[in-house]
């Protein structure tokens, strides 16, 4: 993308330069607080990105994505409880618990189509959610402090460490979207555009799209899992709120601004989303009244998003 | 849009250049959302009380920085990194919310400086997870709800139905009515909070288990929906309702306004009233009232006390506050006058002091206001102060 | 079990499910026939407690002012559909969801702004407090009983108009095949606002007749928008016999589990799991309903006749 130097493509290049360079341009800039700000991010945006690989690719609108944050989060929580702070424990139960929960929901989900798919993902993470209020032994609605974050056992990688932490963090979300890209780019990917635009036509050639569809919503629940896991450790604290639908709701929000099915359009969004937020949040209590109306201007005025308005198109209507 | 971002983030970190003021304080509480009437409040108290000091402790001027938490742990938490990175604080106080709390505490802690509870107060904050830099300046969540119970013993209620919000405070408040509660408690419903606001089903459960009284906490404006619809299911005048941290200044012109007369006479429990009779209370209800035309809520004479309080130990150190210990020192002995009179602090950093019965009463003007009673519980220090291992 | 205790739930389920259905009713036509993800409905719900309320306390009186919050409403509705909305019938959902839920942080913070942060109650006359006796030993909140009332005689209402008028049948037409509709010459913008309208009456009615009970509060329609979504799912988009059953259905399930649930696990379970669970499963009780429904029936209960699968 970045090899004919697009405005989309200066835009990418620039968001991950930064993103690379805020642990020495914040403390240089006497505003350290932006390390945290900009860790919490990327966090996002990888949620983001896995949504978008379903969403944008294989028009699977998940409005229960923040369900996997939940479950991968959770893993460090629960175990961490009970003392269980190695990450060669966690991270893969992170992983093999979300993969587990999205190969339920998706078979169960994958029957629906349109807003009957957006409504039943709302059901089934709800129940996770109410399942997570419930669980009075962690906390309830109040969530649980993590004490220690993962342990990978060695010295050199030391999440404790928040330089670690937020290198971590940028790898992972490198690691997604290259991931993502791959899969776009193969014929599994187009199988899966295929699919979103026109199913029938698809099976018809021979291609069981289900199996790619269910694959598909499998490694999304999975990269989100794994933001869970990030997210957990660099809050130290997790909560049923992190799988509420106001979230699942904001992941939407933030793939639609950045642009759906761009390959880096959740990443912008999130940026944008999260930045504006703190930003306006500052400057007054009211931001709301401005956010509000810049969401409308956005889908009035840049068709696909911010990435849609860089010129970027997106890759299938 | 990146360099717009990056000029936005220089707009911010020019803002945000230190201020004048020798001591900074960060005061999280809620500013959005319905429960911002709380935070107005608290707001307004703090204020008030920067104007009587003449925003100076000792030599040395001082400045509050409001971090909104949005009535939510982790925007909370957020508002807290804020305040101690950004802003860089020398101390946090605030909170309404113990979720709130619990989740900033560590953010407060860790960077070594003093977090101060001028409202929640959750159990493990005061038992396991008690802290050398963690003070509260109100109570511990189980207390009052203890001395309602003795009060229900005291009336003679045998049968009791409970009804509270499923979070942390909700499930002490209930933990405390049932701990010191002789009788038998015949009901019990922890609701949704803080999204449901119809209490038709367990009202009905209400009238069919048929209590002698029912206890309830909702705090904020849940309250008052919870109460009308207590009188419009026709319970308020079989089965009395008490309880706690429901009927105050916030609620009570809502009441008024509504003419629900059957709360004049409500019995509740509370560590401090308006008319407490006291030099610094009477100064400072008079004048909240002159500035802001109501009466102070409890949340507001925290608050108020919460700046007496720093800056007793402000002074204490000279002006000196990265002497820690000194700081610590001074704080223990709480040596300030607060509008609830005098009372200690336990060696958990949890206040131990008086309840006292208290009953919805119409001043002499007219206004529906709260009075003060006899003690209920004297000298009282929460049950959880055993289990904090920190040296007195 | 007692039977009085029985059938208050079955009331207070039927009346949550009147609510619902005030709200589902205007939200399942602009789905059905707009084909609009219009979040911001969930607003509408709250501007019409604040209008409403403010108009009955500036007239000191509940009824005027409900009376008067219905052509504030259908105004407010006609304007939001004209200036912001029609635009958007074109654009994917998820343009939808992204520019309505930009309204709904825009009308939360002006509604702070106009009314401040404590919200409004409003004080019923006297006429309608207390409680009535419904024989048998059944005493129950006249409020409630008139909200029942009023709700069911919209819901008849809204059945004539749908069945028996010529609008009616535009609207019916509507949602079964709008370009065919287009195409034999209905004029579809006007009809749109004028379905847009009612629809915006309808969920200021939901908002004004809740708020003696619960009180208007900022957001206050966010959660009721959720349960909304859930009903026309289960009753089928675009059928307003669909909402008010499913609407029904979800109110009654949700207190019914809400009252007896715990009570029915404890014959399974030991009392600490029982209590434990009783509240969790109670809320997830609605769900599990919209998920088992679309299991088997991927379009609702009551998909509209004729209508083409809505992607």
Not at chain 3, 108 to 121: D, S, Y
């Amino acid at each position: 993308m970045t090899r004919r130097l697009t405005p989309a493509g200066t835009v990418t290049a620039l968001v991950l330069a930064l993103c690379a360079a805020v642990p020495y341009l914040a403390p240089a800039l006497d505003e350290p607080f932006y390390v945290i700000v900009f860790a919490r991010i990327m966090i996002w945006a990888i949620a983001a990105v896995s949504l978008n690989l379903i969403m944008g690719y294989g028009g699977m609108i998940s409005f229960g994505h923040a369900v996997y944050l939940g479950i991968g989060g959770y893993a460090v929580g629960i175990l961490g409880f009970h003392d269980v702070t190695s990450a060669w424990v966690q991270l893969p139960v992170a992983i093999g618990l979300s993969a587990v929960v999205a190969l339920v929901f998706g078979v169960i989900c994958l029957r629906t189509r349109g807003i009957y798919f957006i409504m039943i993902t709302l059901a089934l993470a709800q129940m996770v959610y109410f399942l997570s209020v419930s669980a009075e032994r962690y906390g309830s609605d109040d969530g649980l402090n993590i004490l220690w974050r993962s342990d990978f056992g060695t010295r050199l990688f030391d999440l404790e460490d928040s330089v670690v932490m937020y290198y971590t963090i940028f790898a992972v979300l490198l690691g997604c979207l290259l991931v993502k890209w791959r899969i776009v780019m193969s014929r599994f990917g187009m199988v899966l555009r295929a699919s979103s635009s026109n199913d029938t036509r698809v099976q018809a050639v021979g291609v069981p799209t289900f199996r790619y569809r269910l694959v598909a919503f499998v490694i999304a629940g999975v990269m989100c899992g794994l933001a869970g896991f990030l997210q957990a450790n660099l809050e130290r604290f997790v909560s049923p709120d992190m799988m509420n639908w106001h979230r699942s709701g904001e992941l939407i929000l933030m793939t639609v601004l950045g642009g759906t099915s761009t390959l880096f359009g959740p990443v912008v969004g999130a940026v944008v989303f999260l930045m504006l937020s703190e930003i306006l949040s500052t400057i007054t209590i009211h931001w709301h009244l401005v956010f509000g109306p810049f969401l409308v201007l956005v889908v009035l005025f840049a068709r696909g998003g911010v990435m849609g308005l860089l010129g970027s198109r997106a890759r299938h209507d | 849009m990146c360099k717009r971002i990056l000029g936005a983030v220089a707009i911010v970190a020019c803002t945000s250049t230190p201020a004048s003021a020798d001591i900074k304080i960060g005061f999280v509480t809620t500013l959005t959302t319905p429960a911002a009437v709380i935070g107005r409040d608290m707001r307004d108290a703090v204020e008030l009380a920067l104007e009587h000091i003449d925003h100076r402790m000792g030599q040395e001027t001082v400045e509050v920085i409001y971090g909104d938490d949005e009535f939510n742990a982790q925007k909370g938490k957020q508002a807290t990194e804020r305040l101690v990175l950004r802003d860089n604080v020398d101390l946090v106080t605030g909170y309404i919310w113990s979720n709130v709390l619990l989740a900033s505490a560590p953010v407060v802690l860790n960077a070594d400086k003093f977090l101060i509870s001028a409202n929640a107060g959750p159990s493990p904050m005061a038992g396991r997870r008690c802290h050398q830099n963690f003070f509260n300046i109100s109570w511990q969540n189980d207390q009052t709800p203890m001395a309602l119970g003795e009060l229900l013993n005291q009336e003679e209620i045998q049968t009791l139905y409970v009804v509270a919000p499923n979070y942390v405070a909700g499930q002490n408040m209930v933990a405390g009515v049932e701990r010191s509660f002789t009788g038998e408690v015949v009901g019990k419903d922890m609701t949704v909070w803080p999204s449901q606001r119809d209490w038709s089903a367990e009202l009905s459960k209400i009238k069919a288990a048929g209590p002698e009284a029912v206890f309830m906490f909702y705090p904020g404006p849940a309250g008052p929906a919870f109460v009308k619809q207590y009188q419009q299911a026709g319970l308020i005048e079989s089965v009395p309702l008490f309880s706690v941290y429901t009927f105050d200044s916030i609620s009570l012109p809502l009441f008024q306004a509504a003419g629900i007369e059957s709360v004049l006479g409500s019995k509740m429990t509370q560590f401090w009233a308006p008319d407490m009779d006291n030099e610094q209370n009477r100064k400072f209800v008079a004048a909240f009232r002159d500035k802001y035309g109501r009466y102070p809520s409890f949340y507001a004479a925290q608050s108020y006390d919460s700046i007496f309080f720093i800056k007793s130990a402000v002074e204490a150190v000279n002006g000196n506050i990265q002497d820690l210990d000194g700081m610590r020192a001074a704080l223990r002995k709480a040596e300030f006058p607060s509008v609830r009179g005098t009372f200690r602090m336990g060696t958990n950093h949890f206040p131990i002091q008086n309840f006292y019965e208290r009953r919805v009463v119409q001043d002499t003007e007219g206004n529906w206001t709260t009075s003060v009673g006899p003690v209920v519980l004297e000298d009282h220090q929460d049950p959880y102060a055993g289990e904090c291992a920190m040296e007195g | 079990m007692d039977y009085v205790l029985l059938v208050e739930q079955l009331l207070n389920g039927f009346q949550l499910g009147i609510i619902l259905f005030l709200m589902a009713a205007g939200l399942t036509l602009v789905f059905g026939i707009m084909d609009l993800v219009n979040l911001a409905h969930g607003s509408l719900f709250m501007i019409g407690a604040f209008v409403g309320g403010t108009l009955a306390l500036a007239t000191d009186s509940f009824v005027l002012g409900a009376v008067l919050m219905v052509p504030a409403m259908f105004v407010i509705g006609v304007l939001l559909e004209t200036i912001a909305l029609r635009t958007l019938y074109r654009r994917s959902h998820l343009d939808q969801v992204l520019a309505t839920f930009g309204l709904i942080l825009f009308f939360n913070e002006a509604t702070r702004l106009i009314w401040g942060p404590e919200g409004l109650v409003i004080p019923l006359p006297d006429f309608l407090e207390g409680t009535v006796a419904l024989g048998a030993g059944i005493t129950y909140p006249l409020y409630r009983v008139v909200i029942i009332g009023v709700g069911l005689l919209v819901a008849l209402g809204l059945y004539l108009l749908v069945a028996k008028t010529r609008f009616g049948m535009l609207v019916r037409a509507g949602a079964s095949n709008r370009t065919m509709a287009g195409a034999l010459g209905v004029n579809i913008p006007a009809l749109f606002t004028l379905v847009f309208g009612i629809g915006a009456v309808l969920a200021g009615l939901a908002g004004l007749i809740i708020t003696p009970i619960t009180q208007a509060a900022i957001g206050m329609g966010e959660d009721v928008l959720i349960l909304a979504f859930v009903v026309i799912v289960i009753g089928g988009i675009g059928s307003v016999r669909g909402a008010f059953i499913a609407a029904v259905l979800t109110g009654v399930i949700d207190t019914m589990g809400r009252s007896f649930l715990d009570l029915l696990l404890l014959l399974v379970l030991p009392a600490n799991a029982a209590e434990a669970a009783g509240p969790a499963l109670a809320s997830m009780l609605i769900y599990i309903l919209m998920a088992g429904i679309l299991f088997f029936r991927p379009q609702g209960l009551f998909p509209p006749r004729g209508a083409t699968v809505i992607q």
